[in-house]
């Protein structure tokens, strides 16, 4: 059985986003997210390295995306693991509030 090592309780989610490691954007859906990361499935035709630097822009409101920095910290089949970057919690608040 798998030990859980989550430190912040995740929710089942469903919408877009838009992944983009070096500047070029890959559409993903999105999981599950909590205040420490997010379960997004894998793009097509782009599999990033474990530890890989990214920015997430979550699409729920195309008017006003929110913007996320973190790294890739698992690569599974269909899905990959992302960890927020630090000194973000505002705008993780204000991203956890949408999906309520």
Do not use: K
């Not at 089942?12 to 999981?31: D, L």
């Not at 920015?55 to 006003?64: E, Q």
């Amino acid at each position: 059985m798998a030990i859980e090592q989550r430190r912040t309780q995740r929710r089942a989610v469903s919408g877009a986003v838009m992944i983009t490691p070096n500047g070029s954007g890959h559409r993903a859906e999105i999981f599950d997210i909590s205040a420490g990361g997010a379960r997004v499935g894998l793009p097509d035709h782009w599999t990033p390295a474990a530890g890989a630097s990214l920015s997430v822009f979550f699409l729920d409101d195309p008017d006003c995306p929110i913007m996320l920095q973190g790294h890739v910290t698992r690569v599974a089949a269909n899905h990959l693991g992302l960890e927020f970057e630090p000194a973000q919690e505002r705008r993780i608040s204000e991203l956890l509030q949408i999906f309520r």
